[in-house]
Each structure stands twice: as C-alpha cells, then as structure tokens.
C-alpha cells in the first residue's frame, strides 16, 4: 500500500525524505501543491477547497493512508476532510509533535506558525489539552515559508525570525516549529533560540515504526515547476531529486 504525504511545497518533503529514508522499501508519493503555496497566507476556506482537491487526487490513484505534512491544512481542514474521505485514514503531524511535550518538563513554550495555523490556535489548544500548566505563546511568520521556498539566504531568514522575536519570547523554554517548512530554517531558529527547539519529522518516522509496509516505489510530485522543484531539493538538501508534475 502506497502512503500520500501532502504539503504546499518542500516542508513535507523534510518528512517524505526522513520516512524514505527510515522505510526505505515502503512506497510514499509526495505531493508538493506548489502552484497553491503558500497556504498559510490563504483563508480557511480557500484551504479546505484545495485540501479537497489534492486528496481526491491521492484517492483517485489508489492511495487511502496520507500523512497532512501541512500544519495549516491540518488546523482548519482536516475535521472537513474526514467528513468527505471517510475511507482515508490521515495522520496529522500537530497531535504527535505536541506529544512530545510530555517527557520535556517545560512551563513555557513559544509556537511558530503561519498566519491561518496561529489564528486557528490549534497549537496552545492541543498542548493546554495534553499540559494545562504549560503557558503557551503564539507568533505568525507569515513570510518565512516563501523565504524558504525562494532559497532566500540564512542571513535574510535569521534576520527575518529575529524581527519577529523580541527579547521576552526567547526567554521561554522550548520553541515549536509548528509549520513542517521550518525546520528547512533550522540553523536560523538555533542562532536566536537557544533553549529545546522541537519539529514534526523524526515524530512522525516513529509514529509508522509498527507499520507492516508493502514494498513498492516512491515518487514525488509538484503542481507547478518540476525543474525548480528538483532545484530547490538539491539546494536544501544536497539531494537530486526528480519531480512529475501534475494537475489536481
């Protein structure tokens, strides 16, 4: 059985590659819906309405288990989704990074997202739920993933994340990159933030650690550039990559 992974661009390939990687004969096909990035500047319904569409397009090649590598597709249109796929098994990435929260002993914790993921509150809701003494901050980076997808340089980006941070919200315990493209930045956020820093990837490697995978191939797919796709995973991973690009 082939498993989807779903993002508006490359961070849900941070995800692909970790589980290729750690399951190195399971077939995974990545959907990088590029042509629509970046969702986190878009409204909660322009996202449930693309959601939709990308899953429908999974479905339609047999694909019925998808990882949602989109924080924001996850905050406002998983509960949707479920109602219209309810043959789909998901797995959302918010649930298992907020998890991890559990074994840190932390008591205060920064959250950086996108715009819609931070207006949607489904970080401080999910941790307040799990660790009700923890005190939650929230913080939009609203431009950061098209920094990151525009192969900006680390000083632009730092300089960005720090423009964004005054000197109190480093002062918290732990910091949630709550938005899968980030950690793509994570020499930026190690510079400024010098406490726990915590991301979805090697969560989401274990969460399929009892899985019995069928063997198959994987492959990636973008809805804009293919060219630039393979482009940008050489720039921000080192690694040649070929991308199909498709219409959904």
């Known amino acids: 059985m082939t498993i989807g992974i779903i993002d508006s661009g490359l961070g849900g390939y941070s995800i692909y590659h970790a ?3 750690a399951y190195p ?3 995974f096909h990545f959907l990088a819906d ?3 990035a970046p969702y986190g500047n878009k409204t909660a319904e322009e996202i449930k309405s693309i959601a939709h569409k990308n899953i429908a397009w999974f479905k339609s090649n047999g ?3 998808i990882v949602i590598a989109c924080n924001t597709m996850n905050a406002v249109a998983l509960d949707t989704l479920k109602t219209d796929f309810p043959d789909i098994k998901f797995h959302d990435v918010v649930y298992p990074t907020v998890k991890q929260l559990e ?14 993921t931070i207006q949607s509150d489904i970080y401080a809701r999910t941790i307040q739920s799990l660790l009700p003494n923890i005190k939650v901050t929230s913080i939009a980076l609203p431009d950061l993933v098209q920094k990151i997808e525009g192969l900006n340089s680390i000083d632009e980006i730092t300089g960005y994340i720090e423009s964004n941070l005054c000197e109190k919200d ?15 930045a994570q020499d930026s956020f190690e510079s400024i933030f010098k ?9 989401m490697v274990e969460l399929f650690k009892d899985k019995k995978f069928e063997e198959g191939e994987s492959h990636c797919f973008t809805t804009k550039d293919e060219a630039y796709a393979k482009h940008q995973v050489h720039q921000l991973f080192q ?9 959904v």
């Open 103 to 116: 074994h840190l002993k932390l008591s205060k914790i920064l959250v950086v997202a996108t715009r819609l």
């Open 170 to 184: 480093l002062l918290n315990d732990g910091l949630i990159l709550g938005c899968t493209h980030y950690p793509l």
């Open 34 to 36: 590029q042509r629509n």
């Open 239 to 247: 690694i040649e990559q070929e991308f199909t690009k498709i219409e």
């Open 63 to 65: 694909i019925n288990e």
């Open 195 to 203: 406490q726990r820093i915590i991301d979805s990837i090697q969560v």
């Open 25 to 27: 004969k399971a077939a």
């Open 19 to 21: 589980l290729h990687k």
